[in-house]
């Protein structure tokens, strides 16, 4: 959409100041050797003209981000549009003056020196109308990245109350305390490491919910924790295999991103397996882009688990799409008995 024309503000003042340009021309000419009315006659419906056929360097601008192109040649593609729009400028001009003398409205036309100056006129107010529409678009794209953080903002604590409400899940917490009243019974030593274990648990997830980001160490550390206490559950049915490349530990994540996935990969993958399995968590950075991959063993023929429909999986998908737009995204695989869920995002955020 167009920065000026889709803003009424942003559309009077730039109206404001081509009519203020048309009446600092006006007095100029008048100056000279046209009277007031035959210059007002001349200049003003030409400024309209060139106002709005100004407007198209938006679509040029657009074509050519200054982030992302070259200078020499966003220097030449801009200055053949000025070209065009100056040599399109002085051939209107030119024709409304050829008729404004032929109808006798104006008793003087321009000569050779005005035209000149028409024309290069023309080449500066064009680069100055492109400029406007480059700090307007780098605006927009300042706000719309303040927006992003701001709504990351949002949903990471709207995601910390689901993820502490997903971990306090009755079930979880059921089984949780009574494998800690089973273990009481035969090993207090045990009980009470694994009381500790559950309570570090929770206050590393809400201390983690509540900063904007984490590095992919502490978020693997979460992982970790969470997984250990339900092993106390499943025992040697849960095996857990993290391989984390030195470079991607350090990176930045949103909190609480691969917790819900650990979740889903015991609820949905571990538990309806007698034998249980290994959940692998894996990470590299290649380039710009970091990947994260959780893989779980998971019953084929079970078909209640649709790829893509947890609640887990959407949350990180709304969350990865407000911190990093269309870099983050999610991506789903399943083979011979193995689910991967695969996290792709910026490697600096």
């Known amino acids: ?100 003398v032929t109808a006798g409205n104006v008793p003087v036309g321009l000569d050779s020196g005005d035209l000149r100056l028409i024309f290069g006129a023309g080449v500066l107010l064009y680069l100055l109308v492109a400029s406007v529409h480059y700090l307007l678009a780098a605006f927009e ?75 992919l160490a502490e978020e693997a550390e979460l992982v970790h924790r969470y997984l250990e206490i339900e092993r106390v559950r499943f025992g040697d049915r849960l095996q857990l295999v993290v391989s984390i490349d030195a470079d991607a530990r350090t990176c930045h994540i949103p909190p609480l991103i691969l917790q819900p996935l650990a979740e889903n990969a015991v609820k949905h993958g571990i538990a309806q397996l007698v034998q249980g399995g290994t959940v692998t968590v894996s990470a590299g950075k290649t380039s710009n882009t970091l990947h994260i991959s959780m893989t779980n063993p998971y019953e084929s023929t079970d078909r209640t688990r649709r790829p893509g429909a947890s609640f887990g999986l959407n949350a990180v998908r709304e969350r990865l799409r407000a911190v990093a737009g269309n870099d983050g995204r999610i991506d789903i695989r399943t083979k011979d008995g193995l689910y991967a869920v695969d996290v792709f995002l910026p490697a600096t955020l």
């Open 1 to 100: 959409m167009h920065p000026i024309l889709s803003n009424r503000e942003r559309l009077f003042i730039y109206l404001l100041g081509w009519l203020a340009l048309a009446l600092l021309l006006t007095i100029t000419m008048a100056a000279g050797r046209f009277a007031w009315t035959d210059a007002a006659l001349l200049v003003i419906p030409l400024a309209a003209i060139a106002a709005f056929f100004s407007l198209s360097s938006w679509y040029l601008c657009r074509a050519f981000p200054v982030r992302d192109t070259p200078t020499l040649r966003l220097f030449g593609a801009h200055l053949v549009g000025a070209f065009f729009f100056s040599g399109a400028l002085l051939l209107l001009t030119q024709g409304w003056s050829f008729a404004l």
């Open 141 to 215: 794209a300042s706000r719309d990245a303040d927006r992003r953080s701001f709504e990351s903002q949002l949903l990471a604590r709207d995601s910390e109350l689901k993820a502490l409400r997903a971990q306090i899940d009755p079930h979880f917490l059921f089984n949780s305390l009574n494998s800690i009243s089973a273990l009481i019974a035969v090993d207090a030593a045990a009980a009470r490491a694994m009381t500790v274990q559950l309570a570090e648990f929770f206050r590393t997830s809400v201390a983690a919910g509540r900063r904007d980001l984490i590095t």
